[in-house]
């Protein structure tokens, strides 16, 4: 066997609680052999019949949310409410598209000039190659597996290399729910056996969400072998405020937005983009929020504690950001502390006074940092939320709805909103631009990805 390279690492003590082997060559085929071979009958079963069991495995993940929440938190930090919403989150993915997905994926009759019947079909395309990340263990699988399994995919999943619990979870999960052997493929692969799988002929497509390091690495993989991939990679959202008549509400929202996931989300709002006229105000109320916070069990949420991050490096990382930030003139107005080792605890910080000669300026900074910055006009607001090479997501605020949505319109990104941090839910589409990646997960554009848009015409 080879060496253990997936393992469970208790980020709020730092203890290896379990190890796994990754996979072997030997089974790294035998899982594309399955993959391929459930594919040639999964593809034929009438879609309302596999929308049966897509429900099925939703109803499951919402049975044992309490059990998958403590997994989720043992293995990388996440407050036990959190997680335990993640997991009836995803019961709502699964049976969105167990009940949308027939309409979605039926065939559409188009204009014909020529005098026969023409129609575009959606058709399934074949095995599929996920790649999934630690900072939403059942989410980020579920958006992706969801409508590909109500398509006619097959599915072969690697998890990130500290969820190995959540990943035997899940395929536990599609078992028990009557998904066929080999439709959903767990396997621990290491990175050069992802390139194997990537380059092999029986694979049509791949799904990442990760780092914009690992989609470039993906991404040329795919296109290296003609492969269609979806990546869903790093983000630097705004939070544009350009009037308040309650800071302190604005603010609340702003501050529990960041912090959701201890900062660790991708479409967090990164950025926080104030109108001068109350920036100060602003600033005070999330230093309040953020000060005298102490290191908690993340199992027991008691008040006034924080959760780890996923990792010590994860930590440290982040605490070199904000501390070349502050070496280089910004303000460090609370939190910011690096806790001893060998757990992942890093205070909530708020910062401002950040500028372009900083790293903060930017880079991600995927933890809890609430950077703040002061401008003057909506114009000035547009053009900093968009001195970005990402594009996920991002929002603007305003008692002026017709003012917020004018800046909104401007923003160079995936996903806009308009007085709300933002739009989350099954039917809602989810993606980027720029180097946030492209491709669209969740609501009606989450099953036009790995798609065949087959045209089929019947002449006269």
């Known amino acids: 066997m080879s060496?253990?390279?997936?393992?469970?690492?208790?980020?709020?003590?730092?203890?290896?609680?379990?190890?796994?082997?990754?996979?072997?060559?030997?089974?790294?085929?035998?899982?594309?052999?399955?993959?391929?071979t459930a594919y040639e009958s999964w593809q034929d079963v009438d879609i309302?019949?596999?929308a049966k069991i897509v429900s099925k495995v939703g109803a499951l993940f919402a049975e044992r949310a309490a059990e998958l929440g403590k997994i989720?938190?043992?293995?990388m930090g996440k407050p036990l409410s959190e997680a335990v919403g993640e997991a009836e989150f995803c019961q709502e993915i699964f049976e969105y598209?167990?009940?949308?997905?027939?309409?979605?994926?039926?065939?559409?009759?188009?204009?014909?000039?020529?005098?026969?019947?023409?129609?575009?079909?959606?058709?399934?395309?074949?095995?599929?190659?996920?790649?999934?990340?630690?900072?939403?263990?059942?989410?980020?699988?579920?958006?992706?597996?969801?409508?590909n399994l109500m398509l006619g995919n097959t599915i072969i999943l690697k998890h990130a290399e500290s969820c190995p619990r959540s990943a035997l979870a899940i395929q536990e999960i599609m078992d028990e729910a009557g998904v066929p052997a080999g439709v959903y493929n767990n396997l621990f692969a290491t990175h050069d056996q992802i390139s194997t799988i990537i380059a092999d002929p029986r694979i049509q497509g791949v799904s990442l969400t990760g780092s914009e390091r690992a989609g470039a690495i993906i991404g040329e993989q795919a296109g290296?072998?003609?492969?269609?991939?979806?990546?869903?990679?790093?983000?630097?959202?705004p939070f544009v405020v350009l009037d308040s008549d309650d800071v302190a509400g604005i603010a609340e929202t702003a501050w529990g937005f960041r912090i959701d996931n201890t900062g660790q989300a991708c479409n967090s709002n990164k950025r926080m983009i104030v109108m001068e006229d109350i920036f100060d105000d602003?600033?005070?109320?999330?230093?309040?929020?953020?000060?005298?916070?102490?290191?908690?069990?993340?199992?027991?949420?008691?008040?006034?504690?924080?959760?780890?991050?996923?990792s010590r490096k994860a930590a440290e990382d982040l605490h070199a950001q904000v501390q070349d930030a502050v070496s280089k003139g910004a303000t460090l107005h609370a939190g910011g502390v690096l806790h001893d080792g060998p757990s992942a605890y890093y205070s909530p910080a708020v910062l401002s006074g950040v500028t372009k000669d900083m790293r903060a300026y930017y880079e991600e900074?995927?933890?809890?940092?609430?950077v703040v910055y002061k401008v003057s006009s909506d114009e000035e607001a547009?053009?900093?939320?968009?001195?970005?090479?990402?594009?996920?997501?991002?929002?603007?605020?305003?008692?002026?709805?017709?003012?917020?949505?004018?800046?909104?319109?401007?923003?160079?990104?995936?996903?806009?909103?308009?007085?709300?941090?933002?739009?989350?839910?099954?039917?809602?589409?989810?993606g980027g631009v720029k180097r946030s990646g492209f491709g669209r997960e969740l609501g009606p554009l989450g099953m036009d990805e790995f798609v065949n848009k087959r045209l089929f015409y019947v002449g006269e």
């Open 3 to 36: 060496a253990p390279t997936y393992k469970v690492l208790n980020p709020a003590t730092g203890e290896v609680v379990e190890e796994f082997d990754a996979a072997t060559d030997e089974q790294v085929e035998q899982a594309l052999a399955a993959a391929q």
């Open 48 to 50: 309302n019949e596999r």
């Open 72 to 75: 989720m938190t043992t293995e």
């Open 97 to 147: 598209f167990a009940t949308e997905g027939p309409a979605l994926a039926a065939d559409q009759e188009i204009k014909s000039f020529s005098g026969g019947k023409a129609i575009v079909q959606k058709r399934p395309v074949g095995p599929l190659l996920g790649i999934m990340p630690w900072n939403f263990p059942l989410y980020q699988v579920a958006r992706f597996a969801a409508p």
């Open 224 to 237: 290296r072998n003609l492969k269609k991939a979806v990546l869903e990679l790093g983000g630097s959202d």
């Open 282 to 310: 602003f600033v005070a109320e999330l230093t309040q929020r953020a000060s005298g916070l102490k290191a908690g069990d993340p199992m027991k949420e008691e008040e006034g504690t924080f959760a780890p991050m996923s």
């Open 365 to 370: 900074l995927f933890g809890p940092v609430a």
């Open 382 to 430: 547009t053009e900093l939320a968009n001195d970005t090479i990402y594009g996920l997501g991002g929002s603007v605020h305003s008692t002026d709805v017709e003012r917020a949505s004018k800046v909104a319109q401007k923003l160079q990104s995936g996903m806009t909103n308009v007085n709300a941090a933002s739009a989350e839910g099954a039917e809602m589409p989810f």
